[in-house]
């Protein structure tokens, strides 16, 4: 065998490792910085924070007596309080009897039930405010859509004769009035009245005055983003590339492309497309996917793994801060919303269990979603960051929503469980959450 011939594999191999670890490393320090603020806020003592497990690669202790810290493991994290008998915070009945009633307070388990909610509820409430940011400042970025619908910059097309210009804003296209890009529903209305030809004429305001230009289909069949672990990621399709032809059918909008990927019930399809100027024949055949629905709900559908958008850059202007925000939040509501609906429907078998990955497949997508670009990798870190908070929230043991259990016991009966009761819940906890990574690592190695 040439070992050579091994070089683009681990090349791929340590760039998704690289990616994986740089996501979650991200995620984890914001998490655990959150459960070591308010922390420290409320009153009680860090020991240690930690960026990674086992042996302890660089360290060092500031002026509070915290030893901050990397570990070789980069795989979690943790924050280890004064009183903690380990990272999972369990109670060390050893150190809270040595250590004197004036420090008491400051440590994990001695310091008020407020302090401590506070300081647990902290690690999910930062992965949500991650996720705001970074969504928000996404949002930010790629501003808002100027109204009326105005050209930016035209994509890269085969289709010859396009006369239609940056600048241009757009009031008809073939005889149909152009709604506003705000209204979803009317826009869907608007290319559903278009006949599906390669080049349209468009009315345009040009300079201020009305002009006939030609243009493509205004959403053709070119491919915007690509889905990690898809059928279109898998062959190496890549944004920016055009469809040209199904089974030797010619196609000029992606309405055609997703009619016919949704009524092949799997079989492989014969895809020409075209990419800088070159037409290159690609086949593959789509996966079936469970995907949520704006009511409710996942429906099954045969998928590619491509995403579609206008057949220009339209032009956007500065989205404000406050709204910004208010995007970041609402699409932060609806990680969490897909991801109980999900849950909810993979426990009761509506949808394959499948849909749930383990390391291997977070790694994979960190992987892919680094290679489609650094606006990708950041977004995914947001998506990921609203889950894994959502995740601490579990009334298990051991996580940060079992935690709060506790605490809601303690408040409602005027005492914490027996540290009898604690070890065995924390140790049922610890074989479930084990349990799930298991299963979950199943899914990536098995699962189609």
């Keep these: 065998m040439d070992i050579t011939s091994l070089l683009p594999q681990f090349g791929g191999f340590f760039s998704t490792m690289l990616a994986f670890v740089v996501a979650l490393s991200v995620i984890v320090a914001i998490h655990e910085y959150g459960h070591y603020i308010v922390g420290r806020w409320s009153g009680i003592k860090a020991e240690v924070f930690s960026l990674g497990f086992g042996p302890v690669i ?19 994290g943790y924050v280890k309080f004064l009183g903690d ?57 790629q501003g808002k859509t100027v109204d009326p619908l105005t050209v930016g910059t035209l994509k890269p097309s085969p289709v010859q004769g396009i006369t239609l210009q940056p600048g241009d804003a757009l009031l008809r296209v073939a005889g149909v009035d152009v709604p506003s890009i705000e209204n979803g529903d009317s826009f869907d209305e608007f290319t559903d009245q278009l006949p599906t030809d390669a080049l349209l004429d468009y009315e345009v305001l040009r300079d201020g005055q009305p002009v006939v230009a030609k243009g493509p289909y205004p959403l053709p069949p070119v491919v915007v983003g690509l889905a990690p672990q898809s059928a279109a990621y898998d062959i190496d399709m890549q944004p920016g590339d055009v469809i040209t032809s199904v089974d030797g059918q010619e196609i000029s909008s992606f309405s055609e492309l997703k009619d016919v990927v949704e009524t092949s019930n799997g079989r492989v399809l014969a895809l020409k497309v075209w990419r800088d100027g070159e037409i290159i024949d690609f086949a593959l055949a789509p996966r079936r996917v469970d995907e949520p629905q704006p009511e409710g709900g996942f429906k099954a559908s045969w998928r590619i793994g491509i995403s579609g958008g206008l057949a220009f850059e339209p032009s956007t202007e500065t989205l404000g801060v406050g709204a910004a925000l208010i995007g970041g939040v609402k699409q932060t509501a609806r990680v969490i919303e897909t991801s109980f609906s999900g849950l909810f429907h993979m426990i009761t078998g509506a949808i394959s269990s499948c849909n749930m990955s383990g390391p291997i497949g977070i790694a994979q997508v960190s992987g892919a979603m680094a290679s489609q670009g650094a606006g990708s990798f950041i977004t995914f870190i947001a998506f990921l960051s609203a889950a894994v908070g959502l995740l601490n929230l579990f009334p298990i043991p051991v996580l940060d929503g079992g935690h709060l259990v506790f605490y809601a016991y303690e408040a409602v009966a005027g005492k914490p469980p027996s540290d009898t009761a604690l070890r065995v819940l924390m140790t049922a906890g610890l074989v479930l959450i084990l349990g799930l990574m298991v299963f979950a690592l199943g899914n990536d190695l098995f699962c189609p």
């Design 58 to 76: 660089w360290s060092r202790v500031d002026r509070r007596g915290t030893r901050w810290q990397f570990a070789l493991l980069p795989f979690g």
């Design 85 to 141: 008998a380990n990272a999972a915070s369990a109670k060390s009945a050893r150190v809270m009897e040595e250590t004197p009633p004036e420090l008491l307070r400051q440590t994990m388990h001695g310091a008020p039930l407020w302090a401590r909610t506070a300081t647990v509820l902290a690690g999910p409430v930062f992965n949500f405010i991650l996720s705001i940011l970074v969504f928000g400042a996404v949002m930010m970025s």
